[in-house]
């Protein structure tokens, strides 16, 4: 039962997720700086920027691909949002989600038709869609003046949510079931472990792998457009560091670069993760450095309990 | 690490006392919690700008804390709130982006607390949003370097010539309103003709880049007869970009003229050696200083102007020996 | 005669101009289990592909059932009621038993209704004898012979009738082959037609009802398997009688010294080898996927970082465990993965040749270039390499000249050292094997030591001088001279705990 327990996919995210909140009360001493409703609303705003791009991109790791796109559909639909939202949101919603999900479609029907490598393709798409996006704003920031809607996607709900961080974690919630309860979810996770035993036992293949680079350009292009509401602004260049928190969160969330292994789940909790992070070392006024140097550590210490020789020793050491 | 945790501790008893006293507003800085958010924590300009504003700032007696964001604006506006939620007594703000921190901004002040702007001129109508705002007038920034480019190509004898600028980001912020200066001089001189404005981000490398494609350019219309690096390091840029393609640097004829836009360690070097004509004048420590002041004056009940400028000075040759150490930084 | 249950008729399919499949009929009724038995590249796994729809052939008709079907991928294909397990098992092993049981089944449902598929997944399991097996359990932490169970089990609860089976014995353990055999003795009782693919004779007889031998993608006999011998089964396979391939072997070059292995271990893979390898000979060390064999050889050549033992050559030690340190022994090593650990595909085949012995050529680390092509030259025309090839870049070489440019890397050198050889003809035609072991012959005149691995049997038999069989990372046997039989071979790779020869 323990063993079983201990080798749950959301065992590892979960222990890093408490441990770091442990860790942070602790040094916190009981002032009540990272127990505050403060810290959770920081954290679930943090999720709210960067949950559903390392979704995506997670879902592409996990069958052994990566999408750099996302920070080009990232910046591009918060561009479009800015450019047609104004007046009517769902209007830029729609253009932002339909010029993402495009990108994505595309990009994985020439990764399978073409059978070329996602890094590649994909870092086109990331330059076509930056470029895309300096062509349409002219190399100027674009005001986004709708200052209701900014207010509505940013208020507080119940002291720890906004509607942004709440899309989120409903769009995370259904995608986790749907991992969890069709067969797609195991299909995703054979494809990651051995491509051609998944082609063998007949999983479709080619079609989950379009799907997923739909899906992350759909998630990238969401919380691109709604960070763009947030900040009332869209700019080419991004309004936020997109890929490295994404590829952080996935491997947190047990998420290997080698594929096959992970859970939705798992990554929205790596998301949570670096926010908790992020608002506890604010709230214990650490400088700016600190939060960098305690997320590579962790990353670190991940890295090397995921390299084959340590796993090796475990297992000796469990004597199986 | 035991001295910023200490300082943590001191903060809380200052809390504390705080709490006893009622909550009355005390006419004194002492104890006051205050949040720097920063941009480039890297950069040596804003890094100058943290270290004089803290250091003065904690002379009056108050406890500051610093955040840094870089270019992310997502995640300065989350260190923004952050603060607003824990009831800083005070926020000092440099916006990665004027338009996005507005929303933060507002929400600063639905909660009641105050806020200072730093360096970076916030947007025309949300004055209403802050205390004040510290830092140049920009615009006279880009004047300054107008003016100056139009008396030396007279004092070079040259009727009019042809300009380019390599700026820093256009897509908001200072490198527009420095721009914005400087065309408003220069189009009152028809014959000074600007013919090119390449944006390099503020970066020596693709500065050095641009200028050597510049050179290339114009080579064969005669080449150029002045340079504007919208900040010291891009037009020191521009310098090692004319030398490595021979193109000549000085007041004569065929000779190419840089303007530096603020000063900077590099830039005072190339004007000693006669190689940059002019800069113009931004320190960060008068801002860090003038910050800390604002801050104090703030806690000790004065009205604010809306905008605290620090005065900005052409520096050439003339001047140098003036500015060199307050530009060194 | 009841209708065969799947047929091929005059199925043809080429690569490019190499013909994988020749005009080959087969046919496989209910309850019957048909061996196929081949050398490598006769053209069995192609046959695999076609029926599994990874494969379009070129022409020809299958029926399944007796009606005509163009089978378009591995999802049609267990949808007609054909299923392959193949060498490499299809599981994902972070998914669990009863997830592997259904993934890419193509009545699967998009949501998963947990009951009905467990109660089937446990019916197949159940009729498998595998009732120890818990669904949930995750595939990662089952021993290969319960993998390959829950293969079948796959195949089962998708109502397979025809089932593939590709070397399944290749890597189980002796009482897993016992449980194997029985598994598939019921499963024909139960009306499910079997094909077995297999070089394991043993086994064939055992258990096929009847046996097709292919050759060079034709088809070659088929026939009950009563009534055919070992030998006649060999001969149908080769094509010729074992003689002509081989050159005589030269019992004068044997020469005094050798490389002497002591408690050679590689963690996990060999425990604690000891063998001597004499100079001037070919020493062989066979062994099934799985025995260590190969491993011993890439610890020799300083490949096996985690090798531990004592090795000397010549009676001076060998420092284990660096690549470099190997190379500076005159150690030299032919990987059966030419393309990673082998070639410079990018270079041209002369820059290959010379690539491992450019000191040589160098004086005060110059590299004299003209010398190094005449010696190159010179080399090439040792190995049969023509010279027209030597600019072309190694990668545009066929399989057998590039094993031509790494023996003949071994020939440049001056001095003789020890070549290690992983599957040396693997992917070579058989014009090309002729000439490889005519080099290696060559190379034990001139003074080298030889040790080769392989999983060809009959090259066994027809090169080596001395005979080590591993298992399981221990040796069992140990054969020289006529005791170097195929059958004795075969016996000592297949029963590995029978005889005690081992030295």
């Given at each position: 039962m323990a063993g079983s327990l201990r080798n749950h996919p959301l065992a590892r995210p979960l222990a890093i997720f408490v441990a770091c909140f442990i860790l942070l009360v602790l040094v916190d001493r009981g002032r009540g700086n990272v127990l505050a409703l403060a810290t959770g609303f920081s954290m679930f705003e943090t999720f709210a920027t960067g949950a559903l791009v390392a979704l995506g991109l997670g879902l592409c790791m996990m069958i052994r691909e990566f999408d750099l796109s996302v920070a080009g559909v990232f910046s591009l639909a918060g561009c479009l949002m800015a450019f047609m939202g104004g007046s009517d949101p769902y209007l830029g919603f729609a253009a932002a989600l339909l010029a993402g999900v495009v990108v994505g479609l595309v990009q994985g029907l020439i990764i399978v038709r073409l059978g070329l490598s996602s890094v590649g393709v994909t870092l086109g798409g990331l330059l076509t869609c930056v470029g895309l996006a300096y062509v349409l704003t002219e190399n100027r920031s674009l005001p986004y003046d709708n200052i209701e809607a900014t207010m509505a996607v940013t208020r507080r709900i119940w002291g720890l949510f906004s509607l942004r961080s709440l899309v989120c974690l409903a769009v995370v919630a259904l995608v986790a079931v749907v991992f969890g309860v069709t067969r797609w979810g195991r299909e995703i996770i054979a494809m990651g472990s051995d491509r051609r035993a998944a082609i063998t036992a007949g999983a479709p293949v080619t079609g989950l792998l379009i799907a997923i680079f739909a899906f992350s350009g759909f998630c990238a292009a969401l919380s691109g457009a709604m960070l763009t509401m947030a900040l009332a602004t869209a700019a080419a260049s991004g309004l936020s560091d997109v890929i490295p928190p994404a590829a952080a969160a996935a491997i947190l969330g047990g998420?290997?670069?080698?594929?096959g292994t992970g859970r939705p789940l798992g990554v929205a909790l790596g998301v949570l993760t670096l926010g908790l992070l992020r608002a506890g070392l604010n709230a214990l006024g650490a400088p700016p450095f600190i939060n960098d140097i305690a997320l590579g550590a962790i990353l670190l210490a991940v890295g090397v309990l995921d390299g084959p020789e340590i796993a090796r020793r475990l297992k000796r050491l469990q004597g199986t | 690490m035991g001295n910023r945790m200490s300082g943590v501790l001191m903060a809380g008893v200052a809390a504390l006392a705080l709490a006893c006293s009622g909550g009355?507003?005390?006419?004194?800085?002492?104890g006051k919690k205050v949040l720097m958010v920063q941009s480039f924590a890297v950069h040596p300009y804003v890094a100058g700008i943290i270290k004089s504003f803290k250091a003065k700032a904690e002379s009056y007696g108050m406890e500051v804390t610093v955040q840094a964001a870089g270019v992310d604006a997502a995640l300065q506006a989350r260190q923004f709130d952050d603060g607003v939620a824990r009831k800083f007594d005070l926020i000092v703000v440099q916006p990665v982006s004027e338009q996005a921190i507005v929303p933060a901004l507002a929400r600063a002040k639905e909660a009641g607390v105050p806020v200072m702007i730093s360096n970076n001129t916030p947007k025309?109508?949300?004055?209403?949003?802050?205390?004040t705002f510290v830092g140049q007038d920009q615009n006279e920034m880009g004047r300054i370097v107008g003016r100056q480019i139009v008396k030396s190509f007279k004092e070079a004898g040259r009727d009019g010539g042809k300009v380019a600028f390599i700026t820093g980001?256009?897509?908001?912020?200072?490198g527009p309103r420095r721009l914005a200066g400087i065309k408003e001089v220069i189009a009152a001189?028809?014959?000074?003709?600007?013919v090119a404005v390449e944006d390099a981000k503020w970066d020596t490398a693709t500065g050095e880049r641009i200028a050597g494609q510049l050179f290339a350019r114009f080579a064969a219309q005669g080449g150029l007869d002045g340079v504007y690096g919208m900040a010291d390091n891009l037009a020191v840029a521009a310098i090692k970009a004319a030398e490595a393609a021979g193109v000549q640097l000085g007041s004569g004829p065929k000779q190419l003229l840089v303007f530096g836009g603020n000063c900077q360690k590099e830039g005072v070097e190339a004007i000693k050696a006669g190689k940059m004509v002019s800069s113009v004048s931004q320190i960060p420590t008068y801002l860090g200083e003038k910050l800390a002041d604002a801050a104090n004056d703030f806690f000790a009940g004065k009205t604010l102007p809306k905008e605290t400028l620090l005065p900005v000075e052409l520096i050439d040759k003339a001047n140098l020996s003036q500015w060199e150490a307050a530009c060194t930084y | 005669m009841t209708q065969p249950l799947v047929s091929l008729e005059g199925v043809s399919k080429a690569f490019g101009p190499i013909?994988?499949?020749?005009?080959v009929s087969l046919a496989v009724a209910a309850g019957e289990i048909r061996g196929l038995c081949g050398e490598n590249g006769a053209g069995k796994s192609t046959l695999m592909k076609v029926l599994m729809g990874l494969v379009r052939p070129d022409s020809g008709v299958i029926r399944i059932a007796g009606e005509p079907r163009t089978i378009r991928n591995p999802r049609h294909a267990q949808s007609l009621g054909l299923g392959l397990v193949a060498?490499?098992?299809?599981?994902?092993?972070?998914?669990?038993i009863l997830d592997n049981i259904w993934l890419?089944?193509?009545?699967?449902?998009?949501?998963?209704?947990?009951g009905k598929l467990r109660l089937r997944a446990r019916a197949a399991l159940d009729a498998l004898g595998?009732?120890?097996?818990?669904?949930?359990?995750?595939?990662?932490?089952?021993p290969v012979g319960q993998r390959q169970i829950v293969e079948i089990a796959r195949l089962l609860a998708r109502d397979a009738r025809v089932l593939i089976l590709d070397?399944?014995?290749?890597?189980?353990?002796d009482v897993e082959i016992e449980r194997l055999m029985s598994i598939l003795k019921g499963l024909r009782a139960q009306g499910h037609g079997i094909i077995y693919i297999s070089h394991r004779l043993g086994e064939v007889f055992e258990l096929c009802d009847s046996v097709t031998v292919l050759r060079n993608g034709a088809h070659v006999s088929t026939g009950?398997?009563?009534?055919?011998t070992r030998e006649s089964l060999i001969e149908d396979m080769l094509?010729?009688?074992?003689?002509?391939?081989y050159p005589a072997?030269?019992?004068?070059a044997a020469m005094k010294g050798g490389v002497s292995i002591a408690h050679l271990t590689v963690p996990g893979?060999?425990?604690g080898l000891s063998l001597f390898a004499p100079k001037g000979r070919i020493t062989a060390i066979a062994g099934q996927i799985g025995s260590g064999a190969g491993a011993v050889n890439r610890a020799l050549a300083g490949l096996e970082p985690a090798a531990r033992g004592e090795v000397r050559i010549d009676g001076s030690a060998l420092m284990l465990g660096s690549a470099p340190a190997s190379a500076a022994d005159h150690v030299l090593f032919v990987s059966d993965d030419r393309a990673a650990?082998?070639?410079?595909?990018?270079?041209?085949a002369l820059d290959n040749l010379i690539a491992a012995d450019l000191r040589a050529h160098a004086s005060a680390g110059v590299v004299s270039w003209t010398r190094a092509r005449e010696l190159g030259l010179d080399i090439a025309r040792k190995v049969g390499?023509?010279?027209?090839?030597?600019?072309?870049?190694?990668?545009?070489?066929?399989g057998g000249n590039q094993q031509k440019l790494l023996f003949g890397r071994a020939l440049a050198r001056a001095t003789p050292g020890v070549l290690l050889m992983n599957?040396?003809?693997?992917?070579?035609?058989v014009g090309a094997r002729a000439d490889i072991y005519r080099l290696m012959r060559d190379l034990c005149a001139r003074g080298w030591t030889l040790i080769m691995t392989t999983s060809e049997l009959e090259e066994v038999v027809g090169m080596a001088d001395l005979v080590y069989t591993m298992y399981r990372g221990r040796l069992v046997a140990r054969r020289e001279g006529a005791e170097i039989e195929l059958a004795g071979v075969l016996a000592d790779i297949t029963h590995p705990l029978a005889p005690e020869a081992a030295a």
């Open positions: 998420v290997s670069l080698a594929g | 009355a507003a005390l006419a004194d800085a002492k025309d109508g949300t004055e209403a949003l802050y205390q980001a256009l897509t908001e912020g200072l001189n028809p014959k000074i003709e600007v | 013909a994988a499949l020749r005009d060498q490499e098992l299809s599981l994902a092993p972070r998914l669990s890419g089944g193509e009545e699967t449902p998009l949501i998963y209704r947990m595998a009732e120890d097996l818990d669904l949930d359990q995750p595939v990662l932490d089952l070397e399944p014995t290749a890597t189980l353990s009950p398997a009563i009534g055919q094509g010729r009688s074992f003689g002509d391939m072997r030269d019992e004068d893979v060999v425990h650990e082998g070639l410079f595909p990018d270079l041209s390499l023509s010279e027209g090839r030597l600019a072309s870049r190694a990668s545009t070489l066929s599957e040396p003809t693997r992917g070579v035609d």
